[in-house]
């Protein structure tokens, strides 16, 4: 139903930066939240940033302060900037955005993972 193309991973150095994308298509009627998800070697996937409908927002506490998470509501798309990159935010990186359908139906969609690398 809705398609999530993510884009922006990469290999970087550490200290680096890097912004993913995450843009969602369909016949969407609105999204509720957008958020990022990412599964590191040998680990389990996790939350990283996640923004709501609302004004809130979370991050996990590896990234707080490095990393932010944005939207463009216009383009059904949301963001995430990575600052200061360390060699263990290494990852895939996966886009998860709920929301509703033009059928007014409820959706869950995954990207499809985009490979963020930092070297030491």
């Known amino acids: 139903q809705v398609q999530l193309v993510e884009s922006g991973g990469g290999l970087v150095q550490a200290g680096g930066s890097l912004r993913l994308s995450c843009r969602a298509s369909g016949s969407i009627f609105m999204l509720n939240v957008m958020g990022w998800y990412r599964q590191g070697p040998g680990k389990q996937r996790e939350l990283v940033a996640t923004?709501?409908?609302?004004?809130?927002?979370n991050y996990a506490d590896s990234v707080k302060g490095r990393f932010t998470i944005s939207r463009d509501n216009a383009k059904n798309t949301v963001y995430l900037q990575m600052n200061s990159l360390k060699p263990e935010d290494t990852a895939v990186y996966y886009c998860?955005?709920?929301?509703?359908?033009?059928?007014?139906?409820?959706?869950?969609?995954w990207g499809q993972g985009t490979q963020v690398t930092v070297s030491s």
């Open positions: 923004f709501t409908s609302g004004t809130s927002t």
């Open positions: 998860n955005v709920t929301g509703v359908l033009s059928d007014r139906r409820r959706f869950t969609s």
